[in-house]
């Protein structure tokens, strides 16, 4: 339709044809700008923030932004003692967690992929179900538990419900990695007299580091940044987004702007860090005898 | 008599790698769900002594549910919208970087697509209440442009909760649709308009179906955390845009009525459960739960 009508008339609708054309061929792109502009915009607001000298009226974005730029909170970063001690709180805790939730979901992933046995499809299904549970109903329903048994709440509680949520994104990240997995490299580390033990050890395992970085990455990912099941379990122990809730209702100072961008730095390094592992061993794995004939 | 003994060994291996976690789970998350029942069927008076009684007082339900049938339908009506536009939004956009986009760029741009999950959750969400807010700029932008009134507002809104939902899950929804985009075969594609298939059929018929996995997880992964979510309602929302989860969170955290916000959270769950299976239903499970196929 739009072509016919440019060929009939062309010195009136030349113009607005062009532009429809160009829109059709750049209409991802403009989309994915916008896209992209949304899912960016925030993260740029946390860092603004963080620069900006916002004494007295901090709340307000245009505020911060006429007020112009200080590094002041940055040389401070860490002048706010109650916020030290809660991001402390959720590195220990999320180190702990992801400890034990990376190792004992990765045995749970290669029971599951390496093994068939009787009870598996509803072991699958109990790694389901934690995912397909809103936040708020594991949260309260470990509340009950501990409340009716009378367990204080505080870094245990955390912790125990902590690993509870990482333990299937662990085996689901772990599983995947497993499942491209080519065995006949294990066979041949038995074959040349190598135990069970040692082909694990020093075949296996070198081979998945990549798949259980990347699941212990996410479990600490998840762990840091819990609010809803920290919400119902904490008891009196601040970890950093619940002392950032409090903190919300009486001012929340500038340095969690800074930690927070501070923070972002460093998930994306540790990303990168991981990818690059991972490219290193697939380039391992690659290298086959056949190829080298 | 010794092989016997050692394929019995061999075969409680799984068995043992396993237990430690699944008994991790069942202690810790499927017993809970069983004492949170049991918690919602108790009766007594929050912050006394005493605490509460098991009596099988069922009327804990009909209490929690006596004038909130706004408060739920509003949740689920803000889920949904919010799996919808995250929708809308994330295959467009899988689908340029998985196919359109030069292939050096993908890693960096599906890394820019999931940076809200590398910054802290709450902390996001306040920054959406800064934008958001009456006097920020944005706002005076469209007010200027005329697209909201004079005197409208865009935080404390229907709107702003929405929008917050939308954002804060959009990562959930973006990487298993562009995991299922980028494992296509695009010759498959290729075969299609060989056949004379149009884009348009193409995508319909070949594209779309291919990808069905990755959008259904997606969808369940933003719904689900969406449905049960109070942080956006609590900073974007006003008074009357309310979640189940601010009711329960208050219920159980601020007035300590432990067996009611127990019976409201079995109901949530119960509902969420009920429409995830409608839902699975329609959609075909594998994407989920995954494929038997895996072991060898």
Not at chain 1, 122 to 145: D, F, K, Q, R, Y
Not at chain 2, 29 to 50: A, Q
Not at chain 2, 75 to 80: D, W
Not at chain 2, 271 to 289: D, H, P, Q
Request: charged share 15%; with cysteine.
């Amino acid at each position: 339709m739009e072509s016919a009508t440019a060929t009939a008339r062309p010195a009136v609708s030349a113009a607005p044809s062009r532009i429809w054309s160009w829109l059709r061929r750049n209409g991802f792109k403009i989309y994915a700008g916008f896209a992209l502009a949304y899912v960016l915009i925030p993260i740029g607001v946390i860092a603004v923030f963080s620069f900006a000298d916002a004494s007295q009226n901090r709340d307000h974005l245009a505020f911060a932004i006429n007020n112009g730029f200080t590094l002041k909170y940055w040389e401070h970063a860490f002048a706010v003692p109650d916020l030290n001690d809660a991001l402390l709180t959720s590195f220990r805790l999320a180190a702990l967690a992801t400890l034990i939730s990376t190792v004992i979901g990765t045995m749970m992933a290669l029971a599951l992929v390496r093994h068939r046995f009787w009870g598996r499809r509803a072991s699958n299904l109990l790694l389901v179900l934690p995912m397909a549970t809103p936040e708020i109903v594991m949260g309260a329903s470990l509340l009950s538990l501990f409340l009716i048994y009378g367990i204080s709440l505080g870094f245990t509680s955390l912790l125990i419900a902590h690993i509870m949520f990482c333990i299937s994104f662990v085996v689901v990240v772990v599983r995947s990695r497993l499942i491209g997995f080519d065995r006949s490299v294990e066979d041949a580390a038995a074959d040349l007299g190598a135990t069970p033990l040692e082909t694990f050890r020093y075949v296996t395992l070198p081979l998945l580091r990549p798949g259980i970085l990347a699941a212990a990455l996410l479990a600490f990912a998840l762990s840091v940044d819990d609010f809803i099941v920290s919400d119902f379990n904490k008891g009196t122990t601040e970890t950093f987004p619940i002392y950032v809730f409090g903190a919300h209702l009486r001012g929340i100072p500038v340095q969690v702007n800074v930690l927070a961008t501070m923070l972002f730095a460093l998930t994306v390094t540790a990303i990168c860090v991981v990818l690059w592992q991972q490219r290193r061993a697939e380039r391992m794995a690659s290298v086959r005898p056949e190829q080298e004939v | 008599m010794g092989d016997q003994k050692r394929s019995f060994r061999r075969r409680l291996i799984p068995y043992g790698l396993l237990a430690p976690g699944a008994i991790w789970l069942v202690v810790f998350f499927i017993v809970p769900m069983y004492f949170m029942g049991e918690m919602s069927l108790r009766t007594g008076v929050p912050n006394t002594p005493e605490g509460f009684t098991f009596n099988w007082e069922f009327a804990n339900y009909s209490d929690a549910l006596s004038g909130r049938g706004d408060q739920i339908v509003r949740t689920f009506f803000y889920a949904g919208t919010a799996t919808i536009i995250a929708l809308l939004i994330a295959y467009p956009l899988a689908y340029a970087i998985a196919l359109k986009v030069n292939p050096r760029w993908r890693l960096p741009l599906l890394f820019a697509v999931i940076a809200p999950f590398f910054t802290t959750y709450l902390i996001r969400t306040i920054a959406w209440e800064t934008i958001l807010a009456d006097d920020s700029p944005i706002v005076d932008l469209l007010k200027t442009l005329q697209i909201i009134p004079e005197d409208g507002r865009l935080l404390a809104t229907s709107g702003a909760v929405i929008a917050g939902l939308t954002y804060n899950f959009l990562p959930f929804m973006i990487l298993p649709i562009y995991a299922s985009i980028e494992r296509i075969d695009t010759s498959l594609i290729e075969a299609g308009k060989d056949l004379y298939a149009s884009s348009r059929q193409a995508f319909l018929r070949v594209t779309l179906p291919l990808t069905m996995p990755g959008v259904v997880a997606g969808v369940l992964l933003t719904f689900i955390p969406a449905s049960g979510d109070y942080v956006n309602a609590e900073f974007l929302g006003g008074a009357n845009n309310a979640m189940i989860g601010n009711r329960i969170q208050s219920t159980y955290l601020e007035q300590s009525d432990y067996p009611k916000a127990a019976a409201l959270s079995f109901l949530m769950m119960a509902t969420v459960l009920a429409l995830v299976f409608i839902y699975i239903r329609f959609a075909g499970t594998e994407a989920f739960v995954g494929s038997e196929e895996e072991a060898r």
